[in-house]
T-cell receptor, first 115, second 113 residues
Framework: DAEITQSPRHKITETGRQVTLACHQTWNHNNMFWYRQDLGHGLRLIHY???????NKGEVSDGYSVSRSNTEDLPLTLESAASSQTSVYFC??????????????FGNGTRLTVT | AQSVTQLDSHVSVSEGTPVLLRCNYSSSYSPSLFWYVQHPNKGLQLLLK??????LVKGINGFEAEFKKSETSFHLTKPSAHMSDAAEYFCVVRGAAGTALIFGKGTTLSVSS
């Protein structure tokens, strides 16, 4: 079955370190998204991509970057981790952007703690 | 611009009683609307979606939602709650094709025996 896999599941890092969270999907979806989930805020969009070499900023993109070199992967990089970036991060994918009704398929999340 | 408001942050029901989770939306376009469920330490799973077809949408696990344009609402209901329904529920809106989904802040559903 197709799936979307995030790694690692848990990560503890120190302030100022660069951290990369991996996301790999086998749905062959063009669209991929990164969200962070925080208590009281729901899910907020960090970055998204509509295809290879395409990246876009979301609602809370400061301090984060992504790159899309192939269809399957959208790694999320924290350039210099801050305590405010302690959160649970979810990767998601969906079909072509022309289908506004296409739902998201989510990974199981990465819990990141910045100390 | 699109936005979504979940009117209750926490709902508590007894097993076997009806569930009502409320959601209001705002959209400049004819919206696509979704409900997702998240069980502890899990990713989000699609419960149901509205895409301008029938206004009453049936989803998985006995849930359904009714799209009411005049009230800009998309409330989630279930006739009889089960213990396994205890989870976080998110109402989600997407506007024009190509725009990212906007999530509500979530409603925690607790089910007591």
């Amino acid at each position: 079955d197709a799936e979307i896999t995030q790694s690692p599941r848990h990560k503890i890092t120190e302030t100022g370190r660069q951290v990369t969270l991996a996301c790999h999907q086998t749905w062959n979806h063009n669209n991929m998204f990164w969200y962070r989930q925080d208590l009281g805020h729901g899910l907020r969009l960090i970055h998204y991509s509509y295809g290879v070499q395409d990246t876009n900023k979301g609602e809370v993109s400061d301090g984060y970057s992504v790159s899309r070199s192939n269809t399957e992967d959208l790694p999320l990089t924290l350039e210099s981790a801050a305590s405010s970036q302690t959160s649970v991060y979810f990767c998601a994918s969906s079909e072509s952007q022309g289908l506004s009704s296409s739902p998201l398929h989510f990974g199981n999340g990465t819990r990141l703690t910045v100390t | 611009a699109q936005s979504v408001t979940q009117l209750d942050s926490h709902v508590s029901v007894s097993e076997g009683t009806p569930v009502l989770l409320r959601c209001n939306y705002s959209s400049s376009y004819s919206p696509s609307l979704f409900w997702y469920v998240q069980h502890p330490n899990k990713g989000l799973q699609l419960l149901l979606k509205y895409t301008s077809a029938a206004t009453l949408v049936k989803g998985i696990n006995g849930f359904e939602a009714e799209f009411k344009k005049s009230e800009t609402s998309f409330h989630l209901t279930k006739p009889s709650a089960h213990m396994s329904d205890a989870a976080e529920y998110f109402c989600v809106v997407r506007g024009a094709a190509g725009t990212a989904l906007i999530f509500g802040k979530g409603t925690t559903l607790s089910v007591s025996s």
